[in-house]
């Protein structure tokens, strides 16, 4: 297992509940609301690395079929417990997204901070994987962290710079919308959907 999987198990497993998660926010991303105005009859959704479940829950509530994946099963549980409030159907998967396998392509993928875990090697196997889950209408939101940040120390999330993440997509996804940083939160949002 490695650091960074380690790191979060052991947060999750501190957790009573998903407040108690310093990253936790129960507000949607707001690039992945305005791709989700974009596709006016739904579709099939997939939320990598899905935590709590917040995310996942408002998808399937505006009417996407939902599967959310994440490779902590504490994490899941939350999640499961928001969708079960929520009264919504979410299929929660327990799986790491480079070995995700699925028969139904995703015509909106959202990652709020999973790619930004991963070393270079693991990277390359996340894109091969998301691609081959995408359909051709595809979009494809991303939380990543900005650079620099105090934890590019090797043992959690590593910045990238928006030249980089989008140099790193190219050239099948286009980036279409991109929201720096602000004081709040220390992610760039991007939504990209195949070139």
């Not at 006016?40 to 505006?62: E, P, R, W, Y």
């Not at 990652?111 to 875990?117: A, F, N, V, Y």
Request: glycine content about 8%; charged content about 30%; overall charge positive.
């Amino acid at each position: 297992m490695g650091s960074g999987k380690l790191i979060y198990k052991v947060l999750y497993s501190r957790a009573r509940n998903s407040t108690q998660l310093h990253w936790h926010n129960e507000e949607s991303p707001l690039l992945l609301k305005k791709a989700m105005e974009t596709m006016h009859d739904g579709g099939n959704a997939l939320d990598i690395g899905c935590g709590t479940g917040v995310n996942s829950v408002f998808m399937a509530q505006k009417g996407f079929k939902v599967t959310a994946v994440d490779f902590i099963p504490k994490a899941l549980d939350f999640a499961r417990e928001r969708a079960k409030g929520s009264h919504v159907n979410v299929d929660f998967v327990q799986s790491d997204i480079t070995e995700f396998e699925n028969p139904e392509d995703f015509d909106l993928i959202l990652d709020s901070g999973c790619l930004h875990t991963f070393d270079d090697r693991k990277r390359v196997k996340y894109k091969e994987r998301l691609l081959s889950l995408m359909s051709k209408r595809s979009n494809y939101v991303l939380l990543h962290f900005s650079k620099p940040n105090l934890f590019d120390l090797g043992l959690g999330p590593r910045g990238k710079s928006k030249d980089e993440v989008e140099r790193f997509f190219e050239p099948e996804l286009k980036l279409v919308d991109f929201l720096p940083r602000n004081g709040e939160t220390p992610f760039h949002q991007y939504r990209f959907v195949r070139n």
